[in-house]
């Protein structure tokens, strides 16, 4: 009897330690790893979000960092230490700047969780401005003292028409159709662009603003930045010289 009983003890002991070395923390972001904000029309202020964090491990979950993405997101944890079970709020908010279409953003938390100690919370938004423009127009190729074409596109997501009324533009871009332009509702159009390569190589840059009759102050001047690489012009190549007929023949 005495033999079984330490055994029994033994087995005990045994499934204690056990348990005590496979027990893990586990982080569990509520409602999952994306936090969609869905489209988004009023962009005059930062967008802003709150999801819950749960330790559904049997250990505590340490949260050492959590980090946004990039500097238009920010972010606040109510708490970092967590008991199996246990709960914390992380705040956060994303300024969506001059932006539009599908927004893209992330906050990585490191922590001691098992079996992964990385966890990644996306941040969704499809932001539909009124007036959605290109936010970059690239002018690839040009040269010097050449002319370059591009097209900038301007959409009209509102239901009444809006006018442009007015383009001015700097380093030698210059919208080639004349103002007022009317752009009717739920309509977009191609706004074309000209310049003409600098006399110096290197990057080119340059923007066009775009005076409209908008009632909504967000969307009274927008603004469209050209990009490009000025380059050399290339070589012209010399004319060929007619085939000479061997001396004294007749054809």
Not at 165 to 179: D, S
């Amino acid at each position: 009897m005495k033999t079984f009983s330490k055994i029994f003890r033994i087995a005990g002991a045994a499934l204690l330690l056990a348990g005590t070395l496979y027990a893990q923390p586990k982080i569990e972001i509520k409602g999952g790893d994306t936090y969609d904000w869905g489209t988004v029309s009023d962009v005059s202020k930062p967008l802003a979000g709150q999801v819950e964090i749960k330790n559904v491990g049997d250990k505590e979950l340490i949260i050492y960092q959590s980090k946004p993405a990039c500097g238009c997101t920010s972010d606040a944890l109510e708490k970092a230490n967590l008991k199996p079970g246990e709960s914390t709020s992380l705040r956060f908010t994303v300024n969506v700047g001059s932006a539009s279409g599908q927004l893209m953003k992330s906050i990585t938390l490191t922590t001691n969780a098992q079996p992964d100690s990385i966890k990644i919370l996306f941040l969704k938004a499809n932001i539909l401005r009124l007036l959605q423009t290109d936010q970059f127009v690239s002018m690839f190729p040009m040269h010097i003292g050449k002319e370059v074409t591009a097209m900038a596109k301007i959409k009209n997501n509102g239901a009444t028409p809006i006018k442009l009324l007015e383009f001015t533009g700097n380093n030698g871009l210059t919208v080639t159709k004349k103002a007022p332009i009317t752009i009717p509702a739920n309509t977009e159009i191609d706004l074309p662009l000209k310049a003409i390569g600098p006399p110096q190589p290197g990057p080119y840059y340059a923007q066009v603003l775009v005076k409209t009759d908008s009632n909504d102050p967000q969307y009274k001047l927008l603004e469209i930045r050209v990009y490009a690489e000025n380059k050399p012009a290339p070589p012209t190549a010399a004319p060929s010289s007619p085939a000479l007929l061997p001396s004294g023949g007749t054809k």
